[in-house]
């Protein structure tokens, strides 16, 4: 079936620093979302990508769809974007796939 | 505008018992997804509909679960016979029928002893 690799599986970073998240995936997808799952467990949503590049505030994700692949960026992190990401790619039916999610840890 | 409403938010039962999970869609979203999550790993489809007709229920444990959506706008998704291996958060989800955003609801935590 479908599979999509996620990486890193856990990620420290300083505030004020900045880091990416990829994921990879085997198949073509028509489209990528990211979430961040917050404290109370609920799925936000970030991004929905069908091709090129969307920035808002300190996140910026890609989406290549020839090349299989999204990224997830964080600039300037703050203590307020803790939580595990996923990257979610949008198949036949708009059923999502997802990655196994990333554990991000800002610490001051 | 209104997001997916689930509920109950959470829930503990027993081996062998049963349980309802209830889903209203966000207006005019004609697809409505279940999805499992387990502990520590991303969402899994479990069944998926458009309007009042199941897609794709091929990862739904036919068994001990099932999936309605009658009038192609609340749905309801029940396990039958509850074991520990279902404890999961169970997380409904919709779209409108063309490939564009999903939005999740809150889910409902089950915890199965």
């Known amino acids: 079936g479908d599979q999509v690799e996620q990486s890193p599986s856990a990620l420290s970073l300083h505030e004020g620093t900045g880091s990416a998240l990829r994921c990879n995936f085997t198949?073509?997808?028509?489209?990528v979302q990211w979430f961040r799952k917050n404290s109370r467990g609920s799925l936000i949503n970030l991004f929905y990508?069908?091709?090129g590049t969307k920035e808002n505030g300190r996140l910026k994700s890609a989406f290549d769809s020839k090349e299989r692949y999204s990224t997830l960026h964080i600039r300037d992190a703050q203590l307020e974007d803790s939580g595990t990401y996923f990257c979610a790619f949008n198949s036949a039916g708009n059923k999502l796939t997802f990655g196994i999610g990333t554990r991000v840890l800002v610490r001051p | 505008e209104a997001g997916v409403t689930q509920s109950p938010r959470y829930a503990v039962l027993q081996e062998g018992q049963a349980v309802s999970f209830w889903c209203d869609p966000i207006?005019?979203?004609?697809?409505l997804y279940w999805y499992q999550q387990p502990r520590d790993q991303g969402p899994q489809l479990l069944v998926y509909?458009?309007?009042?007709?199941?897609?794709?229920n091929s990862q739904l444990p036919s068994d001990r679960f099932s999936a309605v959506r009658p009038k192609g706008t609340n749905s309801t998704l029940k396990i039958q016979s509850a074991k520990q291996g279902d404890t999961a958060t169970y997380l409904c989800?919709?779209?409108?029928?063309?490939?564009?955003?999903?939005?999740f609801g809150k889910g409902t935590r089950l915890t199965v002893v």
């Open positions: 207006s005019g979203h004609d697809t």
């Open positions: 990508l069908a091709s």
């Open positions: 509909f458009r309007d009042e007709a199941v897609i794709d």
């Open positions: 198949t073509t997808m028509r489209a």
């Open positions: 989800a919709s779209s409108p029928s063309t490939v564009t955003e999903v939005f």
